[in-house]
């Protein structure tokens, strides 16, 4: 997707509908700078707003996506490309996710082995000794939980016994014994239980 050719689009429909951008950002209950970031192409609108922007700029989701209002014989098309589109840059995100999840895992083992390493070697006392090695088990914890958030919704997990592609509760990742990103959970689909890896695409 063009982010520079939807936010010239945008304005466009914006102008044309005789909005001006405060009074578009109070319709949607933002602030005028977001919307400001879309029309010069910085950022796209958030899906929780996408159609209601639409019905204010009385258009379609596929015409924001493609940066124009799109005719009928050119609709099957567009809308496949921008499908394909929103898929590839979920795609993309997800990774991103997961590299970030390895950094903070890594990040939260490391401040805390050299929070323990501290209080261990260095002379101090006890309160503050219990109080570094506390912090540090606290930072870990709450490293682990985002981590583990972040494997959750990122990507999908695939079922061995049924094929079956789809994303868990956190409380599903969290209980289930793993091995790096294949772990043991049960199928929503099959309901059995297998060794699931983690895949980026849904098909």
């Known amino acids: 997707m063009n982010q520079?050719?939807?936010?010239?689009?945008?304005?466009?429909?914006?102008?044309?509908a005789g909005l001006?951008?405060?009074?578009?950002?109070?319709?949607?209950?933002?602030?005028?700078?977001a919307v400001s970031k879309w029309e010069n192409g910085?950022?796209?609108?958030?899906?929780?707003?996408?159609?209601?922007?639409?019905?204010?700029?009385?258009?379609?989701v596929n015409d924001l996506l493609s940066g124009e209002v799109v005719t009928m014989e050119n609709y099957n098309k567009e809308l496949e490309n921008n499908l394909l589109e929103m898929i590839k840059q979920?795609?993309?995100a997800d990774k991103r996710l997961l590299s970030v999840e390895?950094?903070?895992g890594i990040t939260a083992t490391v401040v805390l082995f050299a929070l323990i390493f501290v209080a261990a070697f260095v002379q101090m006392s006890n309160g503050l000794r219990i109080t570094l090695i506390v912090f540090g088990f606290v930072l870990f914890l709450a490293?682990?939980?985002y981590a583990?958030?972040?494997?959750?919704?990122?990507?999908?997990?695939?079922?061995?016994?049924?094929?079956?592609r789809y994303a868990p509760t956190y409380r599903a990742v969290a209980m289930a014994p793993h091995m790096?990103?294949?772990?043991?959970m049960r199928c929503p689909q099959c309901e059995k239980k297998s060794w699931q890896k983690k895949v980026l695409s849904k098909d």
Not at 20 to 33: H, M, P, S, V, W
Not at 148 to 164: D, N, S, W
């Open 4 to 16: 520079i050719k939807i936010g010239k689009f945008i304005a466009q429909r914006r102008k044309n």
């Open 90 to 92: 979920k795609e993309q």
């Open 148 to 164: 583990l958030r972040m494997e959750q919704v990122a990507g999908y997990y695939t079922c061995k016994e049924c094929g079956h």
């Open 102 to 104: 390895v950094f903070i």
């Open 180 to 184: 790096g990103r294949t772990r043991y």
């Open 42 to 60: 910085k950022a796209m609108p958030d899906s929780s707003i996408m159609l209601e922007l639409c019905d204010l700029l009385k258009i379609t």
């Open 143 to 145: 490293g682990c939980f």
């Open 20 to 33: 001006t951008q405060i009074q578009l950002a109070e319709k949607l209950g933002i602030t005028d700078r």
